[in-house]
């Protein structure tokens, strides 16, 4: 997991609070809530929720993303016509949340990166079993639990690991760094030993906000990109940002 003392991708979300002026308490509220409802044999009635099936769930997408031969970072400014050019054998793609709205059906996915505002696309995409990184944070309580208690019901629902924002340990949920769900995903990768040798990046800018971003407010998006650009360069990509 590491800590703030040693992972700067993590130290950087106390940056992000204090500029916001969020309280850390909010997110480990968010978290606790999170693990707590995840707990037991059948969360939400699903053994596939258990602990043990995320813990799978996260080891087969490691599998997937070092066994390919390119890894595909899908922002919320993506214009669905880049994606269908980067489509080829062995090329995995991981959406930032709402962005899964511009796959082309036939990419292979590999995982969504969400916090639940990816609104109708991201409950779109669940419908069909793929794996999402489900990240709690302090003001998205009430929409993961709605979001989570929803698919729950789906014929196929998706595959799930849990994420937080905290410097704190919280069994059974992971804490990669990065901010906002684009960067996150570049941290989890990270984290999970993908070489950045062979990642791109589409749909990543800090000029506007993307038409797959879900509901947001403008200037304060705006700003969060500018997090998400630190973080990015933290990890010598920032080459690959509009």
């Not at 899964?100 to 505002?117: E, K, R, Y």
């Not at 069909?128 to 698919?151: K, L, Q, R, S, Y």
């Not at 996150?184 to 791109?200: E, K, P, T, W």
Request: with cysteine; charged share 20%.
């Amino acid at each position: 997991m590491g800590g703030t003392e040693d992972n700067p991708l993590i130290a950087i979300q106390d940056e992000v609070r204090t500029h916001f002026g969020w309280e850390l308490q909010a997110d480990i509220d968010s978290a606790k809530s999170m693990k707590l409802a995840f707990d037991g044999n059948q969360p939400f009635g699903l053994s596939k929720w258990n602990s043990d099936e995320r813990n799978q769930a996260l080891g087969d997408l490691q599998i997937k993303l070092l066994k390919a031969t390119a890894v595909v970072f899908v922002g919320a400014a993506v214009e669905p016509q880049e994606l269908e050019e980067m489509v080829g054998d062995g090329v995995v793609f991981i959406a930032a949340d709402g962005a899964v709205g511009a796959l082309p059906t036939q990419a292979n996915l590999a995982c969504i990166v969400s916090d639940f505002d990816g609104a109708a696309h991201l409950e779109l995409a669940a419908k069909n079993g793929p794996t999402i990184i489900v990240h709690a944070h302090g003001d998205n309580m009430e929409a993961w639990n709605e979001c989570v208690e929803t698919w729950s019901h789906f014929s196929n629902p998706p595959a799930l690991v849990l994420s937080h924002q905290t410097p704190h340990y919280f069994e059974g949920m992971h804490n990669w760094g990065g901010f906002t769900d684009g960067d996150r995903a570049l941290c989890m990768a990270h984290s999970l030993g993908v070489s950045f040798d062979d990642v791109y990046l589409v749909g990543y800018t800090l000029s506007r906000v993307g038409q797959w971003s879900g509901r947001t407010q403008e200037s304060r998006k705006l700003a969060k990109l500018q997090w998400m650009a630190t973080v990015v360069q933290m990890l010598g990509l920032e080459q690959q940002i509009d």
